[in-house]
């Protein structure tokens, strides 16, 4: 166990699953104490508890619907009353709907931009002030390759992580004098149970699925690279590399994978 997170506090929202929990236990045994925030009371508990039994570090969990904004400020009141201000925020929170738009549930879209964009900008302009207040913190925000290269299908998610990365990288350059680190992290696909709700069907995880990434070695790297001032980590390489070629020739690039975009 290294010293750099030893009894830093860390909130992290989505923590119940895929690269949220597998977060929760590398910060743990990292001895972080954890603020963690989900909709499920029910799996907080367990994890907080087996969190604390097995690396005697603090974890608590505050139950949080992200869509809800106004209900997700009370939740970072609580957090602020409790334990005073956090050392860093990972917002992991996210959600997808793979939907053409003019078939799209208004619903799945208000969602998709609660979650992924507009939670995400309400817990960052809560801390950062205490941030910036104290000359340290470290904000990490979960995007996606999306945000490099749209798909059909996912217009509104690629919306929402485009926002993120630009969120991200006009916030930087507004805190780096104050000693605020801000990190996006840019992934493919991962290994978790993000597609049961994005596409139902399964098509697109059995598509992808030998490409997937894995949640614990994606939990493994942002918790290394806590507490630098690393700008982005985009994984895996190569789809970073395709993003790039990608930004030089659009149209070819949308010709030549058109069959493999329109996987979802």
């Known amino acids: 166990m290294s010293q750099k997170l030893n009894g830093k506090k860390i909130m992290v929202t989505g923590a119940t699953s895929g690269i949220g929990l ?9 001895g972080a104490d954890l603020y963690l925030a989900a909709r499920s009371t029910k799996r907080l508990e367990h994890i907080c508890k087996t969190l604390k039994e097995s690396y005697g570090v603090t974890a608590e969990g505050y139950t949080a619907d992200l869509s809800r904004d106004e209900d997700w400020k009370q939740v970072l009141d609580q957090i602020h009353t409790d334990h005073g201000v956090m050392d860093a925020v990972i917002n992991n929170a996210g959600m997808a709907v793979f939907e053409n738009v003019e078939e799209a549930e208004w619903e799945g879209i208000e969602q998709m931009l609660q979650v992924n964009l507009t939670s995400l900008v309400r817990s960052t302009h809560y801390w950062l002030p205490h941030f910036v207040n104290k000359k340290s913190g470290h904000i990490v925000n979960i995007s996606s390759q999306a945000a490099k290269m749209a798909t059909p299908k996912s217009a509104v998610y690629s919306a929402t992580k485009h926002a993120v990365l630009g969120f991200s990288n006009a916030l930087r350059m507004e805190v780096e004098k104050d000693g605020v680190f801000v990190t996006v992290v840019n992934l493919g696909p991962v290994k978790t149970n993000f597609f049961r709700q994005a596409d139902p069907t399964g098509n697109y ?5 030998s490409l997937m990434l894995d949640p614990n070695r994606v939990a493994r790297i942002i ?4 507490f630098t001032n690393r700008r982005e980590i985009n994984l895996p390489l190569w789809m970073e590399a395709g993003s790039k070629v990608y930004q030089l020739a659009p149209s070819v690039i949308e010709k030549l994978f058109e069959k493999q975009f329109a996987k979802k």
């Not at 597998?22 to 990292?30: F, Q």
């Not at 918790?223 to 806590?226: P, V």
């Open 223 to 226: 918790t290394k690279n806590l």
């Open 22 to 30: 597998y977060l929760a236990i590398h910060l743990a045994i990292e």
């Open 205 to 209: 995880e059995k598509a992808v699925s």
